[in-house]
């Protein structure tokens, strides 16, 4: 893991150029950004496993801090609060990208298969071997109750083809985060032209999943 937590709890990227300080608050919303991103997103959006190591390595840390908490003092029970909202908000992160990835597993490894060199990977190591086996398993069961039973020629099955991708076209409500000017919107039908919007900062738009996925990847729109 590239990222440590400090004594207080701060979330720190150590470089040999630079040293980044993260507040344990600022981790936190870290946290929630991507949840509400990848809850909200029709596809499976870039693991942040750097965050989610960061998160739990907090947890522990809140956790020793709640033991020395003296018995009937009113703190301890807020703090119990705050950390099973934490953990409530990761396990959901972590279970709606694993929804995503059985979902949409064959199109989930294409994509990780065809990522280019210096492209931020989009599975974690464990998301990864999760993926490899589901697809394992996913054949060796067709393969034992159905296609074995069909003729020779029927036999092959092409899982991204048989497995539906996601649908980039859905629309998604949003807050703008970067004010962002000259946005392409497609039409929506053949007699509209396209036409471009300038997108300010704190407003909240209904928009097409596809239009706006790279301003979600670098964190310009935010997901609600």
Request: with cysteine; charged share 30%.
């Amino acid at each position: 893991m590239s990222d440590a937590l400090s004594e207080d709890g701060s979330d720190i990227n150590q470089d040999d150029s630079q040293e980044e300080v993260m507040t344990p608050a600022e981790l936190i919303a870290k946290l929630e950004e991507a949840w509400l991103n990848e809850k909200f997103s029709p596809e499976l959006l870039e693991n942040r496993s750097e965050v989610v190591e960061c998160v739990m390595e907090q947890l522990t840390h809140m956790e020793a801090n709640l033991q020395r908490v003296k018995k009937g003092d009113a703190k301890a029970g807020f703090h119990r609060m705050e950390i099973d909202r934490i953990r409530f908000v990761l396990s959901s992160y972590l279970r709606s990208r694993l929804q995503k990835i059985e979902k949409f597993f064959p199109h989930v490894l294409e994509r990780e298969k065809s990522r280019g060199e210096g492209q931020p990977s989009l599975l974690s190591p464990e998301e990864f071997a999760f993926a490899k086996e589901y697809y394992a398993n996913t054949e060796t069961y067709l393969r034992a109750v159905a296609l074995k039973r069909m003729p020779p020629n029927l036999q092959a099955v092409d899982m991204l083809k048989a497995v539906p991708e996601p649908c980039l076209d859905s629309f998604v409500f949003l807050r703008v985060k970067e004010q962002q000017e000259n946005i392409l919107i497609e039409p929506e039908t053949d007699e509209q032209r396209d036409f471009v919007v300038d997108l300010e900062e704190g407003s909240q738009h209904l928009m097409r999943y596809r239009t706006i996925a790279p301003l979600v990847s670098s964190g310009a729109v935010q997901l609600i």
